[in-house]
């Protein structure tokens, strides 16, 4: 292959020129079995003859631009190039990081990005396949290279960030933002839509509430005050409720959230009154404290389980699926599955189930209520057994099967006047039988001891 080197006698070639050379010598490396060494050294003086072309590029833009600006003023970074500006701070880099998009930007600001949950580029919005932060070394020569010439100071990054990564302005905005909290309507409902974006989107932001510990009183001041009868008042609602389950996502916020004492009482407050997005987000909060036992008691013990329930029934999609994972969380706490039977859990689960209506989730919640004997009885009562026989027959999902088979075997051994449904549904179908060889192990077990149980009462009728 012909030398690509830049010949001193010969024209200089253009950055295009090397780029379509090193390109026909990548595709060759690439394409043989046997990697040319030579092929590899002119690769790499193709690439240090481009790097060349850029320094000097940029060291006359900047040129330029020095002998053009007002004699007495300071070249600042709004005179740099823009390669060597960070898209996210508008500040000259001080350590330059590649990101998985081929972006660069100043590493304290990027790792702010990533840790508050972003994994997008910031610059392209493509999704990045990997966090890695590969250090940009060209660009880092030539930014050290111009302040240098330039007499620009290096900006100090740790003047942008404290310890919970949050800049001063963001930590006085936090402040500002909760003060407006107690000012008038319209300031209230701005500051509300604001905390609301930002506890979405950045996780050091929902952190705070825990350092400040007046900052959810704070928030909650308007709640305690409004009646929620107007549009302006249910929209304030909907965005301090949903800052409620913003926060709550953070960990070291669920104890102090939940123990706030007006917290919960106002969030079964909104899943009564609230706009339908209002009442899910309500439910999704109480889901999300619950994962903490202690909280679990505390929710219960409000009158949520009865407003949550009420919200199931209702039907609407979009808060169904918050609605049942709440309960579910609750009813693994033995008080809560109590209150679940008693405000009519086993009613609605299976009228939504005999329709067909999110199966999955909600047969996985009327098994777990079934370790409670008053609610095998109201399955019973309420045409539970010939439902789940059937979801046994038509679902594809182990899951489902395993959660029917397992209800099914607690009501065989509850209730011997079922017996005869399901010995009848093992001759028509053997449903009970496939799955006691093909299920999943535990529904196996019980498909197994339904089996064995029918079979006993056979023999013992034969016998008398």
Partial sequence: MANSGVSEEEPSPTAG????????????IVDEDDVNLEDVDTAQMILSAIKEIKMKKTAGSLKSRQENRPRGTQMDSSSVAEVFICPISGEIMRDPVIIASGKTFDRPFIQKWLKDGNRTCPETQQVLTHTLLTPNHLVRELISQCCKEQGIQLPDNDKYFDESGLTKGERDNFFSLLGKMSSTLSEQKQAAKELRQ?????????????EYPDAIHKLLSPLSQIQWNNEMHSCLQENVITILLNISIH????????ETPSVIPLIVEA??????????????????LSALDSNKTLIGKSGAMKA?????????????????????????????????????????????????????ELVSLLA???SNPKAIEEMVDRGAVPCLLSIIRKTSCPRNQENCIAILYTI???????WRKLRDEEHAHRTISHLAQNGTSRAKRKASGILERLNRSINLTHTA
């Fill in 271 to 288: 899943l009564n009154t609230g706009t339908i997005e209002t009442r899910s987000n309500a439910a999704a909060a109480l889901f999300t």
């Fill in 368 to 370: 777990m209520l079934a």
């Fill in 308 to 360: 949550l329930i009420d919200l199931l029934d209702e039907g609407n999609p979009l808060a169904m699926k918050d609605a049942a994972s709440a309960i579910f969380n609750l009813c693994m706490f033995h008080d809560n599955k109590l209150r679940a039977v008693k405000d009519g859990a086993v009613r609605v689960l299976l009228d939504k189930i005999m329709k067909w209506i999110n199966v999955n």
């Fill in 251 to 258: 960990d070291s916020n669920k104890k102090p959230v939940a």
């Fill in 198 to 210: 930002l506890t979405k989107k950045m996780p050091s932001f929902r952190a705070l509430f825990s």
């Fill in 17 to 28: 020129e090397l780029k379509k050379e090193l390109k026909k010598l990548v595709q060759g």
């Fill in 412 to 418: 065989c051994f509850s209730d011997r006047s079922k």
